[in-house]
C-alpha cells in the first residue's frame, strides 16, 4: 500500500522570501510523483509531475521538485514566492505499474500563506 | 475549452433526501474518479470507473452510488444522506491512471442538515 505525508498542515512565508514543502511517501514499487495547487474554492490542478529521467521537475511558474528515492521525498521549492501563490498544495503518489488501475493517493495538504 | 463539469456548486439538503451531483468531461478520458475533502483528511477516493460500465469501490464508498453509462458521464448519488456526508466533492478525470495526472472539477459543496 502506498501513502503520503505532509508533515507541514501550514506554512506561513514573506513575500519574496523562498519556501520548501515537504513530501514522505511510501511505497513497495516505483513510483510516480505529483504535485497539485487548489487556490480558493477551486479544484484542484496538476503543479508538476515526475515520470522518470531527470530527478529535477519544474513548472511553468518558478516552483521545482526533486525526487530523492532514497529519502523518498518529493519536496517542492520555489526560491522567491508571490502573493498570488496562496494556496493548499497536495503532494500525490501512483504507483508505477503496467496495465490495470493504478491508485493516486494523496497527502493532506499544506496551505501556503504568502505575507506580504 | 477542455474541463471536467460539476453539478451543481453548492448544495444543501435534508437528511435522507435523495440527490445526485452530475459530472461531465469532454477529453474523452477513459479514466474518471470521485473524492471528498475534508479538512485535515485531505483527499479520500469515494468511487472510481475506468470504463464505461466498469466501476469500483475507492476508499469511502458507503453511503454512495456511481454509474458510468456513457465515457462522458460519472454522476455522484447519494440515496439516502446524512450529516457525517457534509463535505467538498471533486470529480476528475484521467486519460491514463498513473502518469497521467488527473484534471478536476470545481467541486460541489455539500451540507446536510
Known sequence: ?116 | EAQVTQNPRYLITVTGKKLTVTCSQNMNHEYMSWYRQDPGLGLRQIYYSMNVEVTDKGDVPEGYKVSRKEKRNFPLILESPSPNQTSLYFCASSLSTGAGGYTFGSGTRLTVV
Not at chain 1, 474554492?41 to 529535477?56: A, C, D, E, F, M
Open chain 1, 1 to 116: 500500500a502506498q501513502s503520503v505525508t505532509q508533515l507541514d498542515s501550514q506554512v506561513p512565508v514573506f513575500e519574496e522570501a523562498p519556501v520548501e514543502l515537504r513530501c514522505n511517501y511510501s511505497s513497495s514499487v516505483s513510483v510516480y510523483l505529483f504535485w497539485y495547487v487548489q487556490y480558493p474554492n477551486q479544484g484542484l490542478q496538476l503543479l508538476l509531475k515526475y515520470l522518470s529521467g531527470s530527478t529535477l521537475v519544474e513548472s511553468i511558474n518558478g516552483f521545482e521538485a526533486e525526487f530523492n528515492k532514497s529519502q523518498t521525498s518529493f519536496h517542492l521549492r520555489k526560491p522567491s514566492v508571490h502573493i498570488s501563490d496562496t494556496a493548499e498544495y497536495f503532494c500525490a503518489v501512483s504507483d508505477r505499474l503496467s496495465g490495470g488501475y493504478q491508485k493516486v493517493t494523496f497527502g493532506t495538504g499544506t496551505k501556503l500563506q504568502v505575507i506580504p
